[in-house]
């Protein structure tokens, strides 16, 4: 992954977020450290600190291009919203196959750089998963005044058992190396989460 040569600075910040997003999903976010972002680069050290005077500098960089990958995955149809058929089932798929397309991601959830060493790593991250969190609700809600789900069934604490089954499954996915399709897991864990949802007949 070394790339030598002066390159416009943009072009280089570029590249040394992508080798931390890499060396994440490789070895944890422990273990990037300035050093082996250089190495990975292809410069000096002092040219890692030259684009980003602080280490925090990077991850808030990191967080930033972790959002645009997301914005994109979901404007690529990977995640349908509220719309088509199964709107729930399309909200999860789509987030799983961001986090199965993006690995540095889970590894990043579960760090010590997010929970204790980096504030706005952490607050981005808290972001994500409260827009994630009312964009399940609504989902839900709407599943509930459509008759498909339980009328007493309250839709925020219905969207924080999804999140918990994503959250869950994405802590497994990657402590059992990555070894199962996260996606199809995802969709078959969510029929029988949501079968308790659905509305009681008689």
């Known amino acids: 992954m070394s790339v030598r040569g002066r390159k416009p600075a943009e072009e280089r910040k570029s590249q040394i977020i992508e080798a931390a997003l890499e060396l994440t999903a490789e070895m944890g976010p422990g273990r990037v450290t300035t050093e082996a972002l250089a190495r990975a680069v292809g410069i000096t050290q002092p040219g890692?600190?030259?684009?980003?005077?602080?280490k925090s500098d990077i991850w808030k960089a990191v967080a930033q291009r972790i959002g645009a990958l997301l914005r994109e995955s979901q404007s690529a149809g990977q995640n349908e919203?509220?719309?088509?058929?199964?709107?729930?089932?399309n909200f999860v798929a789509g987030h799983l196959r961001f986090l199965q397309d993006t690995p540095a991601v889970p590894a990043l959830l579960f760090s010590?750089?997010?929970?204790?060493?980096?504030?706005?790593?952490?607050?981005?991250?808290?972001?994500l998963v409260q827009n994630g969190?009312?964009?399940?609700?609504?989902?839900?809600?709407?599943?509930?005044?459509?008759g498909r789900y339980d009328k007493a069934l309250e839709a925020e604490d219905a969207a924080y058992l999804i999140l918990a089954l994503v959250q869950g499954l994405a802590m497994r996915w990657s402590l059992e190396g990555q070894h199962f399709d996260l996606v199809a897991e995802g969709r078959r864990l969510l029929a029988l989460q949501t079968a308790g949802f659905k509305a009681r007949s008689g």
Do not use: M, Q, Y
Request: charged content about 25%; proline content about 4%; glycine content about 10%.
């Open 133 to 146: 969190h009312a964009f399940l609700t609504r989902i839900i809600a709407g599943e509930v005044k459509a």
């Open 81 to 89: 919203g509220l719309t088509g058929s199964d709107p729930l089932g």
């Open 48 to 54: 890692i600190f030259r684009h980003f005077p602080k």
């Open 112 to 127: 010590r750089e997010l929970h204790a060493e980096n504030d706005d790593l952490r607050v981005f991250f808290a972001g």
